[in-house]
């Protein structure tokens, strides 16, 4: 079982709250990053981290902005939530290039 | 996508029957790997292929890869209730990895 854990696993609010999604692991890895995915759907990278300050936008637009300021720790901030950031946020880590561990993710709904 | 796609989208099958689904790319990977995602949770790692190899087993999974073909597939053998859930496939190189949409497999018991 991986060692990689995301709050809230729920989260209901209205349009245009600032909210954090909060990402921690415990393995001391290097590279964390974050996807999102509607239901069903792909997963789309939208921000990633090769360690402690670095932070690189991924391959999907996203409003959202991340910070990595201790190893551990990889949180997501959306200024303000709209109803087109409703959708599942995945977090995870990696050390090797290759697999990665993944947080049981934090499903989003913006009314 | 643009990074290439799974099929089939779905698949059910009964238990003790064997499951293969296929993924495809467009670009040169270094490895491919195989995630499994049960309903709302996750992505747990099954197993990874390296662009030079060509087949690989895993308890009751098997990859093959070719990448001639630039396509991969993992097959389920003696499928059980328990793996129903969503197989992604996740084609990379080195630090970055893209998604498909992955195929639903359910079986029933």
């Known amino acids: 079982e991986a060692d990689i854990y995301q709050t809230p696993r729920y989260l209901v609010i209205g349009t245009g709250k600032k909210i954090t999604l909060e990402c921690s692991q415990t393995?001391?890895?290097?590279?964390m990053y974050w996807y999102q995915q509607d239901p069903g759907m792909e997963l789309h990278l939208i921000h990633y981290?090769?360690?402690?300050?670095?932070?690189e936008k991924g391959d999907l637009s996203s409003e959202s902005t991340v910070s990595r300021i201790r190893t551990e720790h990889f949180p997501l901030t959306l200024e303000s939530a709209r109803p087109s950031h409703t959708s599942q946020y995945l977090c995870?880590?990696?050390?090797?290039?290759?697999?990665?561990?993944f947080g049981p993710g934090t499903r989003l709904t913006v009314l | 996508s643009q990074q290439g796609e799974e099929d089939p989208q779905a698949l059910s099958i009964q238990e003790g029957e064997n499951a293969t689904m296929n993924c495809s790319y467009k670009?040169?990977?270094?490895?491919l790997q195989w995630y499994r995602q049960n309903s709302g949770r996750g992505l747990v790692h099954l197993i990874l292929?390296?662009?030079?190899?060509r087949e690989k087993h895993s308890g009751r999974l098997r990859v093959t890869l070719d990448t001639s073909k630039k396509s991969s597939s993992l097959l389920i053998t003696a499928s059980r209730a328990a793996d129903t859930a969503s197989y992604f496939c996740?084609?990379?190189?080195?630090?970055?990895?893209?998604f498909g949409s992955g195929t639903k497999l359910n079986v029933k018991p």
């Open positions: 996740a084609r990379g190189n080195f630090n970055k990895f893209y």
């Open positions: 292929i390296r662009s030079n190899e």
């Open positions: 981290s090769y360690g402690v300050n670095s932070t």
């Open positions: 670009t040169s990977i270094n490895n």
């Open positions: 995870a880590s990696s050390e090797k290039p290759y697999e990665q561990f």
């Open positions: 393995m001391g890895h290097d590279k």
